[in-house]
C-alpha cells in the first residue's frame, strides 16, 4: 500500500501561480507512473496532467501552456506548477500513482493509488 499526500492548495487571484505537491509515506515513487487529476463540486474527476518514470510528460488541453508537471523520484515528490490561473481551475486537485502503466494517464482507471487531495481556488 501506497499513502499519497497532497500539500499546497489555497486561494489565489484570477491570474496568479500557484504550486501544489505529492509526496508519498514510507516509500518511493521511482518506479511509479505519476498523475493529477481534479474535481470540482458536481463534476466528475477530471484528468489534469500526468509524468512517467523517465520524466515524459502529458497535459488536458485546458491547462497546457499553463501548468507543469514534475518529479523528483530521490525525494518522493511530484510537483504541479499552476500559472495564469483562471476561476474554472478552482478544484480539489488529487495526485495519483500506477505501478504498471497500461497507455491510459488520462483515465482514473488507470491508476492505483490516490491521496486525499488538496483545495485551490481561484477568486478575486
Known amino acids: 500500500q501506497v499513502q499519497l499526500v497532497e500539500s499546497g492548495g489555497k486561494l489565489v487571484q484570477p491570474g496568479g501561480s500557484l504550486r501544489v505537491s505529492c509526496t508519498s509515506s514510507?516509500?518511493?515513487?521511482?518506479?511509479?507512473?505519476m498523475g493529477w487529476f481534479r474535481q470540482a463540486p458536481g463534476k466528475a474527476r477530471e484528468f489534469v496532467a500526468a509524468i512517467s518514470v523517465s520524466g515524459d510528460t502529458y497535459y488536458e488541453d485546458s491547462v497546457k501552456g499553463r501548468f507543469t508537471v514534475s518529479r523528483n523520484n530521490f525525494q518522493n515528490t511530484m510537483y504541479l506548477q499552476m500559472n495564469s490561473l483562471k476561476p474554472e481551475d478552482t478544484a480539489v486537485y488529487y495526485c495519483?500513482?500506477?505501478?504498471?502503466?497500461?497507455?491510459?494517464?488520462?483515465?482514473?482507471?488507470?491508476?492505483?493509488?490516490w491521496g486525499q487531495g488538496t483545495q485551490v481556488t481561484v477568486s478575486s
Open positions: 495519483a500513482a500506477d505501478s504498471a502503466y497500461n497507455g491510459r494517464h488520462y483515465s482514473h482507471t488507470e491508476y492505483e493509488y
Open positions: 514510507g516509500r518511493t515513487f521511482l518506479r511509479y507512473f
